[in-house]
């Protein structure tokens, strides 16, 4: 089912038989250093693709906002799923040394997730296998790294509450009903570690970031948890 998106998200898919709700996107870390300093990134992998961009309004102000799909490979049986997000931040950085960065984002989005696992109709038969929900996610980002010339490495953490909304679909999985799932597990406090590593030249570099997403509420919630992406970083400055 197709969801109007307003700010970010986060997506979630299905993967193999079992249902996700959530997958964690790359985190924006532009390390920006001056005002009227651009960064952005392309990045991905196999079941995703994303855009970021970050803008440095004053010397101590920026914003940012990102954007991606989550869609990965169908399975031999049919089974699937789908998610899309969009985010906006706002934040402060400040430049601790000429090379030392800190910055701390304020973030909001929502997106929508799908899983379509029509296998499950089969034993099923009263029901389609198909569930879908709006998703919106808020927190605070810090991040603190080093930045040269063709190096950069940084730590990141996305501090969230992620919420699920107009819930909708007929799916059973190990005997539960997800519809019900979803709506008892629609509150969750997520603690995401990253780390961002970058090497190129001043203006382009590739980008490779890995990360985890702690669940607190639930550790057992039906969703990723580590994630690998690599991609292109540009830097542009005045």
Do not use: W
């Amino acid at each position: 089912m197709t969801k109007h998106i307003l700010f970010l998200a986060v997506a979630a898919f299905a993967i193999g038989c079992s249902p996700k709700y959530y997958s964690p996107n790359t985190q924006n870390v532009p390390l920006l250093s001056q005002k009227g300093e651009l960064n952005l990134t392309a990045a991905g992998n196999s079941n995703q693709v994303e855009f970021q961009g970050a803008y440095a309004i004053t010397n101590s102000f920026a914003v940012q906002a990102n954007g991606g799909l989550f869609n990965p490979k169908d399975q031999d049986n049919g089974d699937g799923g789908s998610g899309k997000f969009i985010e906006i931040g706002a934040g402060y950085y400040n430049p601790i040394s000429e090379k030392i960065i800190f910055e701390l984002y304020g973030l909001a989005g929502s997106g929508s997730v799908e899983n379509d696992l029509r296998s499950r109709a089969t034993s099923n038969p009263t029901t389609t296998g198909k569930i879908s929900a709006d998703i919106f996610r808020f927190g605070i980002q810090p991040n603190i790294g080093f930045k040269s010339k063709y190096f950069t490495a940084a730590l990141s953490s996305r501090i969230v509450n992620l919420r699920y909304s107009n819930i909708d679909g007929s799916l059973i999985y190990d005997g539960a009903d997800q519809e019900n799932y979803l709506r008892d597990n629609n509150s969750n406090f997520l603690i995401e570690p990253a780390l961002t590593i970058r090497g190129g030249v001043d203006l382009i570099k590739v980008q490779f970031q890995i990360g985890h997403s702690f669940n607190l509420s639930n550790s057992s919630f039906r969703q990723d948890n580590t994630y690998a992406t690599i991609g292109l970083n540009f830097r542009l400055a005045k």
